[in-house]
Nanobody, 125 residues
Framework: VQLVESGGGSVQPGGSLRLSCAAS????????IGWFRQAPGKEREEVSC????????YYSDAVKGRFTISRDNAENTVYLQMNSLKPEDTGVYYC???????????????????WGQGTQVTVSS
């Protein structure tokens, strides 16, 4: 599984960004895909995940109502639309993948096996 993130950048509080995670062919059919972030000095944490099968989604309480995860199977890409960004959203955002049959829960950081290189998101005035 290969994952490549893009779309990070610097925005002011209240702004928006859209992250993209391009996956290798057919990955989305068999792997849950998630977005995770890591702030300086903190552990990597789950942000949002989407299932391999029924498009069910998970959002952390910190981003619920502001972020939206979606996927385009034809493009093998998962997106994270981030609105109403806050300074505490700052961090490196990683795209991760885990084979659907290997896990019982869709969005646990330690369960994820494959990772992209990460993309920096900075929210600051």
């Amino acid at each position: 599984v290969q994952l490549v993130e893009s779309g990070g950048g610097s925005v002011q509080p209240g702004g928006s960004l859209r992250l993209s995670c391009a996956a290798s062919k057919d990955t989305l059919n068999y792997y849950h895909i998630g977005w995770f972030r890591q702030a300086p000095g903190k552990e990597r944490e789950e942000v949002s995940c989407i299932s391999s099968s029924d498009d069910s989604t998970y959002y952390s309480d910190a981003v619920k109502g502001r972020f939206t995860i979606s996927r385009d199977n034809a493009e093998n890409t998962v997106y994270l639309q981030m609105n109403s960004l806050k300074p505490e959203d700052t961090g490196v955002y990683y795209c991760g993948a885990v084979f659907w049959a290997a896990v019982q829960r869709m969005c646990v950081t330690d369960d994820y096996e494959s990772w992209g290189q990460g993309t920096q998101v900075t929210v600051s005035s």
